[in-house]
């Protein structure tokens, strides 16, 4: 199984800083015939399922706001939200879909320093 | 608008057996496969199994955690998704949730809880 690794576990940021936060994935998640990572982001609110943000590591979702972006290739990914917003206190999952069983990272805790 | 609907959760024994529906809406559910996710209390995200469309016959892949001891079938003559739980243990305690499609789920249910307590 594809093991997948987030850091930090949380994050404290100030109102309008950026907060960066990485995935890492023991084995390649691009698949060299189409040069698509099979990387997705979510984003949790207690209470909700998780919302997808990202998907392909870097094409944003249908009506996600552009201060979430997501980066990298390879085994090594990010997601970057350029100016925090209260609403984006969170939990962030990163997940592979490269192959079977599709595994999530531990999540990374956002919260507003 | 697409929906998924999960039920049947709710508290049982170890060793027994529970199973989950989750029915779908505002779209052509045979053309999808669907995916079983859970959320154990407080914990991450965990992938469970999967069921293809039914173009592709509907073949079925499981975590290892639960392979042998769950099944997810399909009807697509009434949208629903399956997830027929056995021999379940107090580690299966979770929130789960339906999801859509084989690669980047974009639609999830709201989720139904299974409690497995004594």
């Known amino acids: 199984d594809i093991v997948m690794t987030q850091s930090p576990d949380s994050l404290a940021v100030s109102l309008g800083e950026r907060a960066t936060f990485n995935c890492k994935s023991n084995q390649s998640v691009l698949y060299i015939s189409n040069d698509k990572n099979y990387i997705a982001w979510y984003q949790q609110k207690p209470g909700q399922p998780p919302k997808l943000l990202i998907y392909w590591a870097s094409a944003r979702e249908s009506g996600v706001p552009d201060r979430f972006s997501g980066s990298g290739t390879g085994t090594d990914f990010t997601l970057t939200i350029s100016s925090l917003q209260a609403e984006d206190v969170a939990v962030y999952y990163c997940?592979?879909?490269?192959?079977?069983?599709?595994?999530f990272g531990q999540g990374t805790k956002v919260e507003i320093k | 608008e697409v929906q998924l609907v999960e039920s049947g959760g709710g508290l049982v024994q170890p060793g027994r057996s529970l199973r989950l529906s989750c029915t779908a809406s505002g779209f052509t559910f045979g053309d999808y496969g669907m995916n079983w996710v859970r959320q154990a209390p407080g914990r991450g995200l965990e992938w469970v199994g999967f069921i293809g469309s039914e173009a592709s016959g509907g073949t079925t892949e499981y975590a290892a955690s639960v392979r042998g001891r769950f099944t997810i079938s399909r009807d697509n003559s009434r949208s629903i998704a399956y997830l027929e739980m056995t021999s379940l243990k107090i580690e299966d305690t979770a929130l789960y949730y339906c999801?859509?499609?084989?690669?980047?789920?974009?639609?999830w249910g709201q989720g139904t809880l299974v409690t497995v307590s004594s």
């Open positions: 999801t859509r499609g084989r690669n980047y789920p974009r639609y």
């Open positions: 997940l592979q879909y490269y192959n079977s069983p599709q595994t």
